[in-house]
């Protein structure tokens, strides 16, 4: 019979911690970018802690459906870059190269019509 009053002890396996992934996905890099990889990594995860962070405080009290947009706005860079992959996987790499040169030059007329 269990002791429902007994503490719950996890083991280290458990522990759910966002930079233990890190190791798992750089096995899919080639070691010469590895290091780069990782770094990227962990620097992207603290980007996304601070933008999770932040929508939750300023765009989910907005409205009861706010949440919705919330996980459609953190999907669009996910499904932009698989959507690229596709294009170069399928050869259309001339495509893809627009796409990302018109999706950059709009940020930098952005960044220029904001100073």
Known sequence: MKNSNAPVVKREAEVQNPRSIAPFLSEFVTSRV???FTGALA????FGFVAAALLGYFVI???PEAWRYVILL???????LLWWRKLVAQGR???AEGIVERIEARAIVTVQQSE
């Open 34 to 36: 590895r290091s780069r």
């Open 93 to 95: 790499t001339t495509e």
């Open 43 to 46: 620097g992207f995860f603290s």
């Open 74 to 80: 953190t999907a669009a860079p996910v499904l932009m």
């Open 61 to 63: 009290p907005l409205a």
